[in-house]
């Protein structure tokens, strides 16, 4: 069964450091969802991208959060300054296309943060 | 936008029947209601998706009443492989914007022999 792959497994940092978390959707999904679970809370949409193009970040704190998907394919999310609140497992989705109802979504098995 | 209420948590015994039910009183006619699973320290899978009436696949149903403001997910004959949270989404995401979909606080079920 394809996966979406997600690196690095665990990640501990500092607070004020720069921080980035890789995301491989499955092989010919155009459409990638970053969303952040903190802990007993149900995951949150941060941003949405159909192939390289950003379709919806509405909920991404832009002051320090950036996301980028070049070339359509993989894509990174970076945190700069790290805050302790930013604490959370960061989790990379991926589908063939943004209809959710006919085509859902494969979720990877995330990045835990721990900002310290 | 459609808002879900579940249950917090759920108890049951292996081999017992599990019905956990979500509340969207206000579900709008293109809404569709998708139920994902959660295990510790992996992301959410799908596991099933009815739009009104019975839906059944080869791990659970999804009973939805004829007015659509609840939904009930039922586990057949659970085992403590089940053991994990669940949660009811309830959106329409034809306009392409995922930010519709709200995924809540989930079910934690707890199976113990």
């Known amino acids: 069964e394809a996966e979406v792959a997600q690196s690095p497994r665990y990640k501990i940092t500092e607070k004020s450091q720069a921080v980035a978390f890789w995301c491989d959707p499955i092989?010919?999904?155009?459409?990638l969802y970053w969303y952040r679970q903190i802990l007993g809370q149900g995951p949150e949409l941060l941003v949405q991208?159909?192939?390289?193009?950003?379709?919806?970040d509405s909920q991404l704190p832009k002051d320090r959060f950036s996301a980028e998907r070049l070339k359509g394919v993989d894509s990174t999310l970076k945190i700069q300054p790290a805050e302790l609140g930013d604490s959370a497992m960061y989790l990379c989705a991926s589908s063939l296309g943004p209809d959710f109802v006919s085509y859902g979504y494969t979720f990877g098995s995330g990045t835990r943060l721990t900002v310290v | 936008l459609a808002k879900t209420t579940q249950p917090i948590s759920m108890d049951s015994y292996e081999g017992q029947e599990v019905n956990i039910t979500c509340s969207h009183n206000?579900?709008?006619?293109?809404?569709?209601i998708t139920w994902y699973q959660q295990f510790p320290s992996q992301g959410p899978r799908f596991i099933i998706q009815?739009?009104?009436t019975k839906v059944t696949n080869e791990v659970a149903s999804l009973f939805i009443p004829a007015d659509r403001k609840s939904s009930t997910l039922s586990l057949p004959r659970v085992s403590l492989s089940d053991t994990a949270v669940y949660y009811c989404l309830v959106g329409d995401v034809f306009t392409g914007t995922a930010s519709k979909l709200t995924f809540g606080t989930g079910t934690r079920l707890q199976v113990t022999l």
């Open positions: 206000n579900i709008a006619t293109n809404d569709y």
């Open positions: 991208f159909q192939d390289e193009s950003v379709v919806d």
């Open positions: 009815g739009y009104k």
């Open positions: 092989s010919g999904h155009a459409t």
